[in-house]
Structure formats: structure tokens, C-alpha cells
């Protein structure tokens, strides 16, 4: 636990607990080495025998201060800086006075026990020095030293009573005169916080509220300093040292005044920053020390948050993004930042509604940055770069899934209200994110491709809180609605994960489990199904887009939009037994035939996949509308694949849809008869062109299956066993044909392969007819075969050896038969 044991610097601590906090501590110290070290004591003394102060002795200072981490300040030496702040002959240069407090303040922090007469000599020494050098010529930094010192005495057990009151009373003059100064220096506030948290740990309870009063005070008046969610975590973490110091030294008399002070700043002119993050603190520090004497502290703790994230929700309502104050949206990351930091809290439906606005606004603010990227396209892309970027490694954004879960943890108690308002919030955000990120990929690819990838890597973070939330609806509200909330819930956690499909860059378990668990729900419920089909984007959508696009729109090129309908591609076929015949020829057909054209050969695959789902399904009330839809369907179906084969339709995904059609289709079907028809025309014309003699080589290596006229034979090849045996005198005609005009060697290898395949053949339906023609077909290929060579020898060519050949050829295929 965090107490004055474990933290020797407060500033130190508190920044590394806020965001940058390491970088900017490590930068602040230097490693000199200990005889520069004691160099630069000496120097000093020298300083104080010669009554004079010179450049090297200011760099001597500087150098001590730099070294503050591996510094040790003793009595003695402590006593030499007073000397030299005393002297009245001296001339200090105006920036050497915050180094001499620094250096006073290492003094009290790393001494375990000082001389309480010298720390009261260091008092009377810093009064003098505000009321005759700050006052009248006043530094920022100056300021911020005189309050860490301030406050490190006045929590210090060796001073006296009487030091400890006058450091707190000088310490609230300086912060009631002159907070102005906190917000003209960047890297202040750290320091002023930290001298805040050692005057609250103070022995003397009668200040505690007043300093309270100022802390809130600082960011009240004039809107208080910059720097966002990072004082607010140092605000957090300050508090909850101050509680856990009290807690730790049985101080727990103090608690009453803590509370007191929190609650008496609750009022409509203080900042809500400021409060917020108090509230988090106690939060944070009563969670973690489990304390039963802080149960009343952390109940209003809990209801201060309610009552900040009401009134925030009351005015964030129906605001869009760029009509919230600067105030508010800095609200809501604190308010989502402090529920994260600040442990369990019980569930309070403003949190819920607070998280969810948070989350969709600032953490994940695309909605914001798409508007402004539309709205000058081209104008200030650096400065929006920039502003991405910085996003990214914001706090807030690494918190996104710490805050995530936060919210699934409040959404899991909450009432059905508010799980309704936070799912439609989301649902709907899912819609905007496609529409406008579509819009945005079209508008900056090849243009701004590091703005396109910095957006994408907040969306996918998104993704992944749309997954979460899901799941946790999926497990919590699924089983306790009524079917047709079910339903309606089901559709739309599907939609959705169809507008963030684009975005989903790896295998998540969370997203496969939530996919299935709602698709059980809706796939035997014949509406359902019909609404998440509708859903998909009309075919008129698909194909047009409206607008201002740099370049004539291309369907094929919009990944974004590919991405979701290859979602729908992969979850209808799972219901289309319950899927309207007339639904899938108005909705789905257009969209199936459109895709397998895409030049993504998974895109289009999983095209060819729905077709072949769609012939194998069934249990169609009238089913002889959906078989007629089916042979309608064939006929465009071959003609669309074999016009882009070879090309884009994969040949894995043609195969399966011809299969389809021979098994599915009613015996004898017309379509089936087209299509054999078509394939054959389609072999026909690729042997023809495969004649250069590296096409001729694939051929003949088993191992090179990639030609594709010898792909679409061995397709042909395999249909003899699957076609029905009405179907097949027609495929074994057209075979023979196809094959007898190919070259030789090709006519053997096909005919090789045909052997084997009639040899395995185990059907006795089918077979005798398949050994009868085999036998013709050999025959007929090596009459062709003896014709070519009488031709070539001329008219005095050797008949016998022709009719020795065709019986040869016809014995070794009996045999192997």
C-alpha cells in the first residue's frame, strides 16, 4: 500500500501513476558522480566564507538539484543553504531560490530525523524569503517549490506545532493569492498537488478542509489549469495516499474532516473535476484497504460519483459530439478513468449510461473524426494526423478495455431501461461507424494512408468493445427476455457485427461464442431470419454510391462494404431452411451473383458457398416455388462462373457448386443438361488455347494442378459418377467428343485417369455403361490416333498395323477393367 514509508517524493509518485509519469520523472534526474557531488557542496561553503554567489556556484546549486533522487541532505548541510538564504550581502539571482527550496525540500523528505530547531530556523527563513522575494517579484516556480516544501514540513513529526501551522497558513495565502501561476508553467501542478497531499496529512485536523476548499478552488476559478485527465489521476491518486497515510498511522480522526471537506464543495459553481476525482480517490483507497471504519467514507464516495455522472448524463442527453462543452467531454474520460482506477463500485444507473456515452464520444471518438475529415477532406490533414495519433496514446484510450469491462460489470445489474438505452446507444454507433468509415477508407486511401491506418486501429479497439458488450448481453439478457425481445435483440447484435466485421483483425472466442449463441436464437424463426437478411445493403447500395468521391466508384475496391456482406455470405446459409424462397430471389440472389465476381477469391468462395447452401436447402412450405428458383438460378449461375474462370471465380468454389446442381436438382432437370453443356464448351475452349508446350508440360507432372483446362476435365471426369443416369448418356457423348480432339498424349493421360477411375468404381448401376464406353472411347482414340499416321505416311501405309494397335488397345483395357 502506498503511504509515507514507501513514497519519498509525492511528485514523483503521483506522476508515474498518471499518464507520462515515467518519462517525465527519469528526465528530471541526472546520475552525477559523488565527487561531483561533493564538489559542489564545497563550492557552496566557499559561497558562504567569500560573502558572494557567482555563476559557478548557481551551476553548483543546479547540479545538486538534479541529482535530487540520489541525494541525501543532512543537518549540516541544510543549515549551509539556510546561510547563504540569510546573508544579507549576498546577491541571489531571482532563479536560484526554487533550487534552494528543492534542495530544502529533499532535506526534509530523505531525513528520517531532523533537529526540530532547525527546521524551525528553515521556517522563519522561507517567511522572510515569500514576504521579501516572492511577493514583490513572484515566479512560478518559486510558487510551486514554496508549496511542496510548505507542505512536506508541515506534515513533517519532528517540527513543531507552531512551524507546522505557519507552513499551512502561508501554504493556503499562496494558493488563495496566486493560483494564477499554476497555469502560466506547464509541469506545476504535480508539485502543488503533491505539497496539497503533505498539508492534508498534517497533524493539525483544523486545516484539512480549508486546503480541501482549495484544491477544488484551483480548477474552479477562471476554469482552472490545462492538462486534462492527467491531473485528474494525479488528483485521484493524491487523495488516496492522504487516506491510506491516515489509515496507516491510526490517524483516523481525520477521516471525519476528508469527508467533511469533500462534501462541502458539493455545489453547482464548484468543478466537477476536481470533485470527481476526490471521490475516486476515497473510492479507490477504501476499496483497497478494506478498512470497516471507512464504509461511511466509501458509501459517500459512491453516491458523490452518482451524482456527478446524473447531473453529467443530464446534460450530455441527445448532445452530439460536437455540440458537447470542452468541460463535459473532459468530464466524462475522468469519470470513466476514475470508475477503472477506483476498484468495485455497485451498480448506479448513471455510471452505466456515463460509460457508455464515454466510451463512444471520447474513447473511441471516430464519429468526431470522421466529420471532420468529410467535412475538409484535404484541408489540415497533417493536423488531424496528429490528432489521431495523439489520441492513441492518450490515457484514456489504453484504458479502453479496462473502462469495457467496467461497463459490462454495471450493464450485468442494471435495469431493463437502462440495458435497453445503452444497447440501442451501441447498436446504433456500430451503423454510424460503417457508414462514415466507408465513406472515409474511399475518400484517403492512397491519398492519406497513415491517417486511414492510425482511424482503423481506434475502430478495431472498438471492435472489440462491441465484441465484449455482446458477450456479456448474450450470457446476462438472452435468457431472461421473452422470445420475441430475443429475436429482435439477436438481429440486431448480428447487424452490427456485420458494420464492425471490417474491422476484426484476428480470431477472437468471445465473437465466434456470441455469433453462435444468437444465431441458435433466430435461425428457427422464419421472421428473424427475414429481418436479418433484409438488413443486408440492397443491391442498388452495393453497387451505387451517392456523394462527392475523388475517383467513379468501383463495389469491388470498397473493402468495407466487402467485409460486411462476405458476413452475411458466411451466417445466412447456417438458416436458410427458414429463409423464404422469395426472400432469398429478392434479397440474397442479387448480392450472391454480384460477389462472385469480386476479385477476392475468399470473397468470392464464400459467394459460391451460399449458392450451394441454397441448393442443398429444403423444407420450403411450397417447395416447388424453391426448386423452380433453384433451376432458374443454374442457368445464370454457369454462366457467370465460367465467364470469370479462369480469373475470378475460384475453380474450388465452381466445383462445388456443379456438384451441387448435379445432386440437388430433380432428376433430368434441364438446368442440369445446360450446364454439362456449357462446362463441356468451356473445356473445349480452354484445350484449345493451352497449346504452348509449358502447358503441355503441366500435363503431364502430376504435381502442377493449376492449368485450368485440365482442372475443368477432371471436373468433368468426376461428374460421371454423379450425375444422374438419365443425365449420363448426354455427359459421356459430350466427353467423347471433347476428348477425341485432344492432342495424343493429353487423350492418354484422360484416359489413364479414366481407367482408374471406372477400376474403383463401385457403383453397378452405372458401371457396366461406363466400362462400355471406356472401351468405344480408347477405341475410337486410337482409330483417330492410325488415321493421323496413314495421313502423315500416305496411302501405302501398313493396315495390319493399325488393326494390330486398336485390339492391343482394346485387350489392355478389358484387362485393367
Not at 546520475?31 to 557542496?41: N, T, Y
Not at 508549496?147 to 513529526?157: D, E, N, R, T
Not at 471525519?256 to 462534501?263: E, I, Q
Not at 446459409?573 to 429463409?579: A, D, R
Request: include cysteine; hydrophobic fraction near 40%.
Amino acid at each position: 500500500m502506498a503511504n509515507q514509508s514507501h513514497v519519498v517524493f509525492l511528485e514523483e509518485w503521483l506522476l508515474r501513476n498518471s499518464s507520462g509519469g515515467d518519462k517525465i520523472s527519469s528526465s528530471q534526474s541526472s546520475s552525477a558522480s559523488a565527487q561531483a557531488i561533493i564538489q559542489a557542496w564545497g563550492d557552496l561553503r566557499d559561497s558562504v566564507q567569500s560573502k558572494s554567489f557567482h555563476s559557478h556556484h548557481f551551476q553548483s546549486l543546479k547540479k545538486l538539484c538534479d541529482s535530487k533522487i540520489f541525494l541525501h541532505v543532512s543537518d549540516p548541510q541544510a543549515k549551509l543553504l539556510l546561510s547563504i538564504l540569510s546573508l544579507p550581502t549576498i546577491s541571489l539571482p531571482q532563479e536560484s531560490y526554487p533550487l534552494f527550496l528543492r534542495l530544502l525540500y529533499v532535506w526534509v523528505r530523505k531525513s528520517s530525523k531532523q533537529d526540530s530547531l532547525v527546521i524551525d530556523s528553515a521556517v522563519e527563513v522561507l517567511m522572510r524569503l515569500f514576504s521579501e522575494k516572492f511577493f514583490s517579484n513572484k515566479s512560478p516556480f518559486f510558487f510551486s517549490e514554496g508549496i511542496l516544501l510548505l507542505g512536506a514540513i508541515s506534515s513533517k513529526p519532528s517540527a513543531s506545532q507552531r512551524s507546522k501551522m505557519v507552513c499551512l497558513e502561508m501554504l493556503c495565502r499562496l494558493l488563495e493569492e496566486d493560483y494564477q501561476l499554476i497555469s502560466l508553467v506547464e509541469g506545476l501542478i504535480p508539485s502543488i498537488l503533491a505539497g496539497i497531499g503533505y498539508a492534508l496529512s498534517s497533524p493539525v485536523n483544523a486545516y484539512i478542509v480549508r486546503v480541501m476548499d482549495l484544491l477544488f478552488g484551483i480548477w474552479e476559478k477562471e476554469g482552472g489549469p490545462a492538462g486534462g485527465v492527467s491531473h485528474g489521476l494525479m488528483i485521484l491518486h493524491m487523495i488516496e495516499w492522504v487516506l491510506s497515510n491516515f489509515v496507516s498511522s491510526h490517524s483516523m480522526d481525520k477521516v471525519v474532516f476528508l469527508k467533511r471537506g469533500m462534501l462541502g464543495n458539493v455545489k453547482p459553481t464548484n468543478s466537477l473535476f476536481a470533485l470527481v476525482m476526490t471521490a475516486a480517490g476515497v473510492l479507490r483507497a477504501c476499496n483497497r484497504l478494506g478498512s470497516s471504519d471507512l464504509l461511511d467514507l466509501k458509501t459517500s464516495a459512491e453516491e458523490l460519483i452518482e451524482t456527478f455522472s446524473s447531473l453529467l448524463v443530464s446534460r450530455t442527453r441527445g448532445v452530439n459530439y460536437s455540440g458537447l462543452e470542452s468541460g463535459d467531454r473532459l468530464l466524462l474520460r475522468c469519470v470513466s478513468l476514475a470508475l477503472v482506477r477506483s476498484g468495485y463500485i455497485s451498480y448506479r444507473a448513471p455510471l452505466l449510461l456515463c460509460l457508455a456515452s464515454a466510451l463512444l464520444s471520447e474513447i473511441f471518438p471516430l464519429q468526431h473524426l470522421y466529420s471532420k475529415i468529410l467535412e475538409l477532406p484535404f484541408a489540415s490533414s497533417e493536423v488531424r494526423l496528429n490528432e489521431v495519433k495523439e489520441h492513441l496514446g492518450s490515457t484514456c484510450f489504453k484504458e479502453a478495455g479496462a473502462i469495457t469491462g467496467v461497463l459490462c460489470n454495471q450493464y450485468v445489474s442494471a435495469d431493463e431501461n437502462s440495458k435497453n438505452t445503452v444497447e440501442n446507444l451501441i447498436w446504433e454507433y456500430c451503423n454510424d461507424i460503417y457508414l462514415q468509415h466507408q465513406q472515409v477508407a474511399l475518400m484517403l486511401r492512397g491519398i492519406n494512408d497513415g491517417l486511414l491506418g492510425d482511424l482503423e486501429k481506434i475502430a478495431e479497439s472498438a471492435f472489440l468493445m462491441v465484441v465484449v458488450f455482446a458477450l456479456a448481453v448474450t450470457k446476462h439478457r438472452l435468457v431472461s427476455i421473452n422470445q420475441e425481445a430475443r429475436m429482435k435483440l439477436s438481429v440486431r447484435i448480428l447487424v452490427s457485427f456485420s458494420c464492425m466485421e471490417y474491422f476484426r483483425r484476428m480470431r477472437l472466442p468471445e465473437y465466434m461464442d456470441t455469433i453462435r449463441a444468437v444465431v441458435v436464437s433466430i435461425q428457427e424463426n422464419e421472421s428473424a431470419c427475414i429481418s436479418f437478411v433484409e438488413s443486408m445493403p440492397p443491391y442498388d447500395d452495393l453497387t451505387n454510391k451517392c456523394g462527392s468521391w475523388r475517383t467513379e466508384y468501383q463495389w469491388s475496391t470498397d473493402d468495407v462494404q466487402t467485409a460486411r456482406v462476405l458476413f452475411y455470405l458466411r451466417v445466412i446459409p447456417t438458416f436458410l431452411e427458414h429463409l423464404p424462397t422469395s426472400v432469398f430471389r429478392k434479397v440474397v440472389a442479387p448480392t450472391v451473383f454480384l460477389y462472385m465476381g469480386h476479385p477476392n477469391g475468399k470473397v468470392a468462395r464464400a459467394s459460391h458457398s451460399m449458392f450451394v447452401a441454397f441448393l442443398s436447402s429444403g423444407k420450403d412450405p411450397n417447395e416447388d416455388d424453391r426448386v423452380s428458383l433453384k433451376e432458374q438460378l443454374v442457368f445464370y449461375y454457369i454462366q457467370r462462373s465460367l465467364e470469370g474462370y479462369p480469373g475470378t471465380t475460384p475453380f474450388e468454389g465452381m466445383a462445388s457448386g456443379v456438384a451441387a446442381i448435379v445432386r440437388h436438382l430433380p432428376a433430368a432437370s434441364p438446368s442440369v443438361f445446360y450446364s454439362i453443356h456449357y462446362l463441356v464448351g468451356k473445356a473445349n475452349s480452354l484445350c484449345n488455347m493451352s497449346k504452348s508446350e509449358e502447358t503441355d508440360h503441366s500435363w503431364k507432372n502430376s504435381e502442377v494442378d493449376w492449368d485450368p483446362s485440365k482442372k475443368m476435365l477432371e471436373l468433368l471426369l468426376r461428374l460421371l459418377s454423379l450425375v444422374d443416369i438419365q443425365v449420363l448418356p448426354t455427359l459421356m457423348k459430350q466427353l467423347a467428343q471433347l476428348i477425341l480432339q485432344l492432342p495424343k498424349h493429353k487423350q492418354n493421360l484422360v484416359l489413364n485417369e479414366l481407367y482408374q477411375q471406372v477400376a474403383e468404381s463401385d457403383d453397378v448401376t452405372r458401371k457396366p455403361t461406363l466400362v462400355s464406353w471406356l472401351q468405344s472411347l480408347s477405341y475410337l482414340c486410337s482409330q483417330d490416333s492410325n488415321k493421323k499416321v496413314a495421313k502423315e505416311k500416305g496411302p501405302e501405309a501398313d493396315a495390319a498395323a493399325a488393326t494390330s494397335t486398336g485390339l492391343l488397345s482394346l485387350n489392355r483395357i478389358s484387362s485393367r477393367l
